[in-house]
């Protein structure tokens, strides 16, 4: 059989293949240091499981409406009331399979082929290929090491045609970790919207926040930006649910129609008891998150004291999110341990795979040649043997 020509041309997720990869190496009996994935490490609450477990003794084992349960979207409106003083109905708010999934809801719901659509890079690996299977081009805009990776207003502006549907934002970003300053991101937000192109804001790092960063969600600069956004959220990574997949949006009631739409003739509706879980999550005590952020916040700090000690490294402070975007080009061409020589990000994933046994992911996927990201969403004791590893991997 034929594979379309739209498949033929995406591209599997480097994150998941990186994974992958480490994971078939372990079954191989080799002791493999993991920082791919950015999955939380931790054990879903256990209030959350139990609420999981209720709603299966409680017969919550059947289809529900293709957007969700009602009470379960009225549950998420509540929250971003509470903790953002945004308010939405629960029609405007569409659960779905993980938040990459309300992200393809999304643009599917928007792009038309021809139309296109600004990413930011460095970009989450999944932005650039979910636009092509809508038809859509990715625009791909660069940002600097040295601006913070943050997109500035007139590289926006400036990259804004008559075709632009859409731009993707997503502070705290993954891979960079960068939190945009909210008088920044209000400017986009302004910019976007007075040039008629619509937001799709990934919020989805919103809860992993360190000192001097602050977050404030795009819908709040006022009415006509929120209505020209669709906020992307979910619990994967602030409840450590990656496993249940429930993502949500926040958009207009037209707009969550249409995704609700064409979830009904793609999914049905995502599963019953993950929702109940969620609700769970969202409406439970929140002190689950604050105990899993010390636990972060305490990895970033040794990850970042230990890179500095690393020569010739570069990597922007993560504001949020649990990532560290390494610079490692001027080590390219240089003798690395067993005498390899690599001269992109990544030959020299592979390499430090193979050598140092260590799992990274090459920038490569995320639009950022010459980096490699590094997740600490794992214990500080494999962190510790990890950056042993890599350091060795460097000094040759
Ligand atoms: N957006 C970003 C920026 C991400 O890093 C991820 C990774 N999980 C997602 C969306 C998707 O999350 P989910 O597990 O809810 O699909
Ligand atoms: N978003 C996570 C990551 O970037 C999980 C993997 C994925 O969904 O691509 O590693």
């Keep these: 059989m034929e594979i379309?020509?739209?498949?033929?041309?995406?591209?599997?997720?480097?994150?998941?293949?990186?994974?992958?990869?480490?994971?078939?190496?372990?079954?191989?009996?080799?002791?493999?240091?993991?920082?791919?994935?950015?999955?939380?490490d931790f054990t879903t609450p256990a209030h959350i499981c139990q609420a999981a477990k209720d709603a299966m003794d409680a017969g919550h084992t059947h289809y529900t409406p293709a957007g969700g349960l009602i009470d379960v979207r009225q549950a998420v409106a509540d929250f971003y009331e509470q903790t953002h003083g945004l308010k939405y109905a629960a029609k405007e708010i569409v659960l779905s399979n993980g938040a990459k999934h309300s992200i393809h809801n999304a643009l599917?719901?928007?792009?038309?082929?021809?139309?296109?659509?600004?990413?930011?890079?460095p970009f989450w690996v999944s932005y650039s290929d979910l636009v092509e299977l809508t038809g859509a081009k990715p625009v791909i805009l660069s940002t600097k090491e040295e601006d913070n990776f943050c997109l500035q207003p007139e590289d926006f502006?400036?990259?804004?045609?008559?075709?632009?549907?859409?731009?993707?934002?997503?502070?705290?970003?993954?891979?960079?970790?960068?939190?945009?300053?909210?008088?920044?991101?209000?400017?986009l937000a302004r910019i976007a919207t007075d040039r008629g192109v619509h937001i799709l804001s990934d919020e989805i790092?919103?809860?992993?926040?360190?000192?001097?960063?602050?977050?404030?969600?795009?819908?709040?600069?006022?009415?006509?930006?929120?209505?020209?956004?669709?906020?992307?959220?979910?619990?994967s990574k602030a409840y450590a649910m990656t496993g249940w997949r429930i993502g949500w949006t926040l958009s207009t009631p037209e707009v969550a129609k249409a995704m609700e739409k064409l979830q009904s003739q793609?999914?049905?509706?995502?599963?019953?008891?993950?929702?109940?879980?969620?609700?769970?999550?969202?409406?439970?005590?929140?002190?689950?998150?604050?105990?899993?952020?010390?636990?972060?916040?305490?990895?970033?700090?040794?990850?970042?004291?230990?890179?500095n000690a690393i020569p010739d490294i570069s990597f922007p402070t993560p504001g949020g999110a649990f990532y560290a975007f390494i610079n490692v080009s001027r080590y390219f061409g240089k003798s690395l341990q067993n005498g390899v020589t690599v001269d992109n990000s990544t030959d020299f994933c592979t390499a430090l795979l193979e050598n140092a046994h260590v799992?990274?992911?090459?920038?490569?996927?995320?639009?950022?040649?010459?980096?490699?990201?590094?997740?600490?969403?794992?214990?500080l004791k494999t962190i510790e043997a990890g950056l042993d590893a890599f350091e060795g991997f460097l000094k040759g």
């Excluded at 969620?278 to 636990?295: F, H, I, N, W, Y």
């Design 108 to 121: 599917m719901a928007l792009c038309n082929p021809g139309d296109e659509v600004i990413i930011p890079a």
């Design 157 to 187: 502006e400036s990259a804004i045609t008559d075709k632009t549907k859409l731009i993707m934002l997503n502070s705290p970003c993954n891979p960079t970790g960068t939190s945009y300053p909210p008088d920044l991101l209000h400017q």
């Design 4 to 40: 379309s020509q739209v498949v033929q041309n995406i591209k599997p997720s480097a994150t998941i293949a990186a994974a992958t990869k480490a994971k078939e190496l372990k079954a191989q009996g080799v002791d493999v240091l993991e920082f791919t994935l950015g999955e939380p």
């Design 266 to 307: 793609e999914t049905s509706c995502p599963s019953s008891i993950s929702q109940l879980a969620a609700k769970a999550a969202v409406t439970g005590p929140q002190e689950c998150v604050d105990e899993m952020l010390t636990a972060f916040v305490e990895r970033r700090k040794y990850v970042l004291e230990r890179l």
């Design 359 to 379: 799992a990274l992911v090459t920038g490569d996927a995320f639009g950022a040649p010459g980096f490699v990201r590094l997740s600490f969403a794992t214990d």
């Design 205 to 235: 790092y919103e809860r992993l926040i360190y000192e001097g960063s602050e977050f404030k969600s795009i819908a709040t600069f006022g009415d006509d930006i929120r209505a020209n956004t669709i906020t992307v959220n979910g619990v």
